[in-house]
């Protein structure tokens, strides 16, 4: 059995509700992009096959074919695909036929974005950042560039394989005080520990500072928080301008 990767399934989202295109028929929104089956039809009966396409389904033009980036594995009978909760946790690997059967009874939790007005499940939040806030999604292990001259407050979203978390990050200039608060979305629990490095410029770029902290050991569950704070004084460097944070949790297999 093979498993659609992430390249492909994560490049093609409905355009309406940010899911894969895994639900049957997919039509295309006149403004450009997809749409799902399940905006097309919305509580109505689905139809029996791949390309049997019923009703009146408005203003959307219906494809003869689904993607051809995804034709090949929803035609082939050993392809799987993970389920659009995957991020809070449920680890089923579905055929194209029975996916929307399953997320008819799959347990989810919405979320809503910190920097908007938009709520969905993990998936539907990466796919909303990687259109309307791109600077702060990280697949990666996310490095922050801080100015030490004001005060900072941002949240970013960060991946760690099939794990979400929100990460706040503050810095309140009057006590050169830094936070950085870890929202986990939901995933299987797992044990871990996040490692911030931060690194101090001074003068040119061969001269820096860098201190690493560690957190203890931490469970890693859904709706579990965490929280490093540290003073830029309590390493004796109030002089300096700015911060390189390299922020990375880590899991215990």
Same mark, same amino acid.
């Given at each position: 059995?093979?498993?659609?990767?992430?390249?492909?399934? *994560?490049?093609?989202?409905?355009?309406?509700?940010?899911?894969?295109?895994?639900?049957?028929?997919?039509?295309?929104?006149?403004?450009?992009?997809?749409?799902?089956?399940?905006?097309?039809?919305?509580?109505?009966?689905?139809?029996?096959?791949?390309?049997?396409? *019923?009703?009146?389904?408005?203003?959307?033009?219906?494809?003869?074919?689904?993607?051809?980036?995804?034709?090949?594995?929803?035609?082939?009978?050993?392809?799987?695909?993970?389920?659009?909760?995957?991020?809070?946790?449920?680890?089923?690997?579905?055929?194209?036929?029975?996916?929307?059967?399953?997320?008819?009874?799959?347990?989810?939790?919405?979320?809503?974005?910190?920097?908007?007005?938009?709520?969905?499940?993990?998936?539907?939040?990466?796919?909303?950042?990687?259109?309307?806030?791109?600077?702060?999604?990280?697949?990666?292990?996310?490095?922050?560039?801080?100015?030490?001259?004001?005060?900072? #407050?941002?949240?970013?979203?960060?991946?760690?394989?099939?794990?979400?978390?929100?990460?706040?990050?503050?810095?309140?200039?009057? =006590?050169?005080?830094?936070?950085?608060?870890?929202? #986990?979305?939901?995933?299987?629990?797992?044990?871990?520990?996040?490692?911030?490095?931060?690194?101090?410029?001074?003068?040119?770029?061969?001269?820096?500072?860098?201190?690493?902290?560690?957190?203890?050991?931490?469970?890693?569950?859904?709706?579990?928080?965490?929280?490093?704070?540290?003073? =830029?004084?309590?390493?004796?460097?109030?002089?300096?301008?700015?911060?390189?944070?390299?922020?990375?949790?880590? #899991?215990?297999?």
């Amino acid at each position: 059995m093979r498993v659609v990767p992430d390249t492909i399934l *994560e490049n093609l989202t409905c355009k309406m509700c940010c899911k894969y295109l895994t639900v049957s028929p997919i039509g295309v929104h006149p403004e450009g992009g997809n749409v799902c089956g399940r905006c097309l039809y919305g509580k109505k009966s689905p139809p029996s096959s791949l390309f049997e396409y *019923e009703g009146d389904l408005n203003f959307y033009t219906i494809l003869d074919l689904i993607p051809l980036s995804l034709l090949g594995y929803a035609s082939y009978a050993k392809s799987l695909f993970p389920c659009v909760n995957r991020f809070e946790g449920c680890s089923k690997l579905l055929p194209f036929s029975s996916i929307r059967n399953h997320e008819i009874t799959c347990i989810y939790t919405k979320y809503k974005c910190p920097l908007c007005q938009f709520e969905g499940v993990g998936s539907q939040l990466i796919q909303h950042f990687k259109t309307g806030h791109k600077r702060y999604l990280s697949s990666d292990d996310p490095i922050f560039i801080l100015n030490l001259d004001n005060d900072v #407050c941002e949240t970013y979203l960060y991946r760690a394989k099939n794990m979400l978390f929100l990460v706040k990050v503050q810095y309140v200039k009057d =006590i050169t005080q830094f936070e950085f608060d870890t929202l #986990c979305l939901g995933s299987l629990i797992k044990t871990g520990k996040i490692r911030l490095v931060f690194t101090i410029p001074f003068g040119g770029i061969s001269t820096f500072e860098e201190y690493v902290l560690v957190s203890d050991q931490l469970l890693i569950s859904k709706n579990n928080s965490f929280n490093l704070t540290f003073k =830029i004084n309590d390493f004796h460097l109030s002089e300096a301008k700015k911060i390189v944070c390299n922020y990375k949790i880590i #899991c215990i297999e």
